[in-house]
């Protein structure tokens, strides 16, 4: 039983993330179920994904506390789902950061210390600068597939697998570049 909660910014790929996933675990013969919260994407409000992969799984849900492993796509939105990972979790984060409307307008202002916490608080904490990595292998809009990359790695998932899923998950012009991104995602994190 695997329990992954992903969480971003809309416009930041976390659904196609999460259909790579479940395409993994499917291809990997497990059951697989998946919640998507989308909010206020549109608007680049928060959007988080719970996954859960295994045997059999009865709901989609993962409890606070029971995630194996969090992929953030923007810094405070980690911060905002850290209380989801497990003691022994693995957060990978994205060091890109979205300004929120509260801050956008001067009603708030973005926490300068939220790397620091978030090391100090999980163990498993891993920060990426992935919408680089992305740029460098071609289109910043494949920092998803890069995270993914990074992972695939981190956790041990199969290579191959994975890539078959995100080759099945992407049109057909786009299925190269997202290859060489989790590539180098994979290699790089």
Not at 118 to 141: H, P, R, T, W, Y
Request: glycine share 10%.
């Amino acid at each position: 039983m695997m329990n992954i909660l992903i969480s971003g910014v809309g416009g930041q790929g976390t659904i196609l993330a999460s259909r790579v996933l479940g395409k993994y675990a499917l291809l990997c013969g497990m059951d697989c179920k998946i919640s998507e919260i989308h909010g206020m994407s549109q608007r680049g409000g928060s959007v988080t994904t719970h996954l859960r992969m295994g045997e059999k799984i009865y709901s989609p849900v993962v409890w606070e506390g029971g995630a194996d492993m969090i992929i953030a796509f923007e810094t405070l939105e980690a911060a905002r789902v850290k209380h989801y990972l497990k003691a022994d979790g693995i957060l990978l984060v994205n060091e890109e950061k979205i300004l929120p409307m509260p801050c956008i307008t001067g009603a708030a202002k973005y926490p300068e210390d939220i790397r620091e916490k978030l090391l100090a608080d999980c163990k498993g904490a891993k920060f990426v600068n992935a919408k680089e990595i992305a740029k460098q292998a071609g289109s910043e809009k494949t920092t998803n597939i890069v995270m993914l990359g990074g992972i695939c790695k981190l956790y041990g998932f199969d290579k191959a697998v994975m890539e078959e899923a995100v080759v099945s998950c992407v049109p057909e012009k786009f299925k190269q570049l997202n290859l060489t991104a989790f590539r180098m995602g994979y290699e790089q994190v």
